[in-house]
T-cell receptor
Framework: GAVVSQHPSRVICKSGTSVKIECRSL??????MFWYRQFPKQSLMLMAT?????????EQGVEKDKFLINHASLTLSTLTVTSAHPEDSSFYIC??????????????FGEGSRLTVL | GQNIDQPTEMTATEGAIVQINCTYQ??????LFWYQQHAGEAPTFLSY??LDGLEEKGRFSSFLSRSKGYSYLLLKELQMKDSASYLC??????????WGAGTKLIIKP
């Protein structure tokens, strides 16, 4: 199957700093990527939809100035958590859809990035 | 509103069969997915149903009834490695994935 790589897998940072997480589709071009966060024992929560060459679409309640998303190429999307605070500590996961939305729309997930803000 | 319901937790015995149910109420329907997620890891794709009926894939099968807004994931010959959370997700009319909260499956020897 298609491979999505996410980096870093774990990051610990001090409060007030910014952290960038990368999501790459390794063997296919992804015009659309998705960013999720997941708190312990809870399901995935969609944060935003990242479209190559255009602005990301954020879900209600997600601060676009705090969670900066850039989809500069067909194989790379980045999520930057700006001025991170302890409450931003979470598991962040990206996914990419193989093919167009009109087909199965199967999502391939990155390995996830566990962010801990001290 | 859109809603996906699945049991929070289930327990089953190694070698047995378990059925995880999922009911949904969404604005439109373009398919239902089942994903497996081990603790601390990202979800992995298990199945996709868009037509009514049963799809079998090895030890795992998935069933869909669109008229009832109902699906189940059937796991046979359970193995310890099947201990994980199983996420049900529906693709709505806008091709947005609506996620259930997941069912934690505990396998006992």
């Amino acid at each position: 199957g298609a491979v999505v790589s996410q980096h870093p897998s774990r990051v610990i940072c001090k409060s007030g700093t910014s952290v960038k997480i990368e999501c790459r589709s390794l063997d296919f071009q992804a015009t659309t990527m998705f960013w999720y966060r997941q708190f312990p024992k809870q399901s995935l929560m969609l944060m935003a939809t990242s479209n190559e060459g255009s602005k990301a679409t954020y879900e209600q309640g997600v601060e676009k100035d705090k969670f900066l998303i850039n989809h500069a190429s067909l194989t790379l999307s980045t999520l930057t958590v700006t001025s991170a605070h302890p409450e931003d500590s979470s598991f962040y996961i990206c996914s990419a859809r193989l093919g167009t939305r009109e087909n199965t729309g199967e999502l391939f997930f990155g390995e996830g990035s566990r962010l801990t803000v001290l | 509103g859109q809603n996906i319901d699945q049991p929070t937790e289930m327990t089953a015995t190694e070698g047995a069969i378990v059925q995880i149910n999922c009911t949904y109420q969404t604005s439109g329907f373009n398919g239902l997915f089942w994903y497996q997620q081990h603790a601390g890891e990202a979800p992995t794709f298990l199945s996709y149903n868009v037509l009514d009926g049963l799809e079998e894939k090895g030890r795992f099968s998935s069933f869909l009834s669109r008229s009832k807004g109902y699906s189940y994931l059937l796991l046979k010959e359970l193995q310890m490695k099947d201990s994980a959370s199983y996420l049900c997700a529906v693709l709505d009319s806008n091709y947005q994935l609506i996620w259930g909260a997941g069912t934690k499956l505990i396998i006992k020897p």
